[in-house]
């Protein structure tokens, strides 16, 4: 059977509703609609840039998942390839989930968790030259079960990678009773699989379970890799998803040393300061040496909305990721997403006080601050605003000293009383100035925050139209701005053949 390209697999009642639908990003990437969730396989491949992503092309619920697929050569429009899994009779019956691509040899080679039932095992499927066609192996699944004698949460998600003359594999899991982890194995054909151990074990005991940095008891979508080359190389980092009985939290990482069999951490970091709003992310090194890093944009409106809309899930923008001096990680938006800039609608320096002042409006924009606080200053930046105040979100920055909190305000983001309105926050650097850098990137419910490198990602939903503008105020701050409108992408589709 020909696989057939995502825009053909969903009805066309679902892809209205779906294109009717206000929240609905315009330069993210999204399902045509249905239900996306994590990026997978992440690639480049001839300079062309691979995204797979867990898809439900029969409504917007996270259910019998596929693999969608779309390619682009600047990161921002892309089009829609083929499906690459469905699933089949077999270990994948329920679901084709997360997994990675790699390269063996000159076969590209999938490496993916199949569902059926209740179990959830890693199964291998091979790719043509273009990465259009696949073809399940059929001794799936390569790993009949999880480590003998371990009392494990989960089992599925993957990071594989070749360490000399074998590969390697991290599964995502949790030992019962002691916390998150990340199995380690090891294979010489990517089929016959030999358990090494875990890498490293978290402690679910240490915090409390709604605490922005609590570990979890199972860790989904392990992902690992090193910072810069050679003797310029920084940390290794060690990424998950804190997950517990059902409920996603958030991306954490680990900085570190990955050395033989174990990775020995140095310190645990927040990946995004929006919490489950960048979820699952995968990352990957291109063609120029960048390392590239996709996030699931979960929804924060309830399931019978989605199912109304028609979607559900945003592909986060692009983002390039490096090493900080302190042995953490900063993020900034590829700059492949300047090309979406259509029109500059601002460009002036603003000195701040209590008295709000209007600076632009928008549901596509890109703004760029640079913020200049004294000791102890404040500023606050009010986004999807309607003139009256009765919706708004809110930006807000305190310095003390070389950091400052960053905080989410979305207590009156939207009239709507079912939508998730909870607040974020986290510390973000300041430079020796006092200047922080700043960049928002609105797109209608879509909203990406970047404060000193420190991600902070979230949805909103107001529910009037007029909820447009940007407004900014502050104790005596000053600021440089810049506010661009931005284009929207559109789709395209390769027919299947």
């Known amino acids: 059977m020909t696989a057939l390209p995502a825009l053909e697999l969903v009805s066309a009642e679902l892809a209205a509703r779906a294109a009717r639908d206000p929240h609905r990003p315009a330069f993210h990437f999204t399902a045509p609609a249905g239900w996306l969730n994590d990026p997978n396989g992440l690639t480049q491949r001839d300079g062309e840039y691979h995204l797979f992503y867990q898809f439900n092309p029969d409504a917007p619920v996270h259910h019998r998942i596929h693999w969608g697929h779309?390619?682009?050569?600047?990161?921002?429009?892309?089009?829609?390839?083929?499906?690459?899994?469905?699933?089949?009779?077999?270990?994948?019956?329920?679901?084709?989930?997360?997994?990675?691509?790699?390269?063996?040899?000159?076969?590209?080679?999938?490496?993916?968790?199949?569902?059926?039932g209740d179990r959830e095992l890693p199964c291998v499927a091979t790719g043509s030259a273009d990465l259009v066609e696949w073809t399940k192996e059929p001794a799936n699944p390569v790993i009949a079960a999880p480590p003998a004698g371990v009392d494990v949460t989960a089992f599925r998600d993957h990071c594989v990678w070749r360490e000399g003359d074998v590969w390697r594999q991290l599964i995502g899991s949790g030992i019962r009773g002691q916390g998150g982890t990340a199995f380690l194995y090891e294979s010489p054909d990517l089929r016959a699989w030999t358990y090494v151990g875990p890498l490293l074990v978290g402690d679910s005991s240490d915090g409390e379970p709604g605490a922005p940095d609590w570990t979890g008891t199972m860790w989904e979508c392990v992902d690992m890799f090193r910072i810069g080359d050679g003797d310029a190389a920084g940390p290794d980092i060690l990424v998950f998803s804190a997950w517990d009985d059902g409920v996603t939290h958030h991306p954490l990482y680990w900085s570190g040393r990955y050395e033989g069999d174990r990775f020995t951490p140095s310190a645990l970091h927040r990946l995004d300061l929006g919490g489950r709003y960048f979820y699952a992310p995968q990352s990957m090194r291109d063609e120029s040496g960048r390392r590239l890093l996709f996030g699931w944009l979960q929804e924060g409106r309830p399931d019978s909305a989605a199912v109304e809309a028609g979607w559900s899930g945003v592909m986060s923008l692009p983002r390039v990721v490096t090493a900080a001096p302190d042995g953490s990680i900063r993020q900034s938006p590829a700059p492949e997403v300047d090309a979406l800039r259509a029109e500059l609608l601002l460009d002036k320096a603003v000195v701040l006080d209590e008295e709000p002042e209007h600076i632009t409006a928008g549901n596509q924009l890109d703004i760029e601050l640079r913020l200049v606080l004294a000791d102890g200053g404040a500023a606050t930046i009010a986004l999807r605003a309607t003139d009256d105040g009765a919706e708004q979100t809110l930006l807000r920055l305190r310095r003390t000293g070389r950091t400052a909190e960053l905080s989410l305000d979305r207590s009156r983001a939207s009239l709507d009383p079912a939508v998730d309105t909870d607040a974020r926050a986290g510390s973000v650097p300041v430079g020796a100035d006092g200047a922080i850098d700043l960049r928002i990137l609105i797109d209608h419910s879509a909203l990406e925050v970047f404060a000193g490198g420190v991600p902070l990602t979230a949805r909103v939903y107001p529910t009037r139209r007029d909820a447009l503008g940007v407004w900014l105020s502050g104790d005596a701050a000053r600021a440089d701005v810049r506010a661009w409108a931005m284009a929207g992408v559109g789709r395209q589709q390769v027919p299947g053949a």
């Open 70 to 116: 779309a390619v682009s050569t600047d990161l921002v429009h892309w089009r829609d390839l083929p499906i690459a899994l469905t699933p089949s009779a077999g270990p994948d019956e329920d679901g084709c989930w997360s997994g990675v691509l790699v390269y063996d040899g000159e076969v590209p080679t999938i490496v993916y968790s199949g569902r059926h």
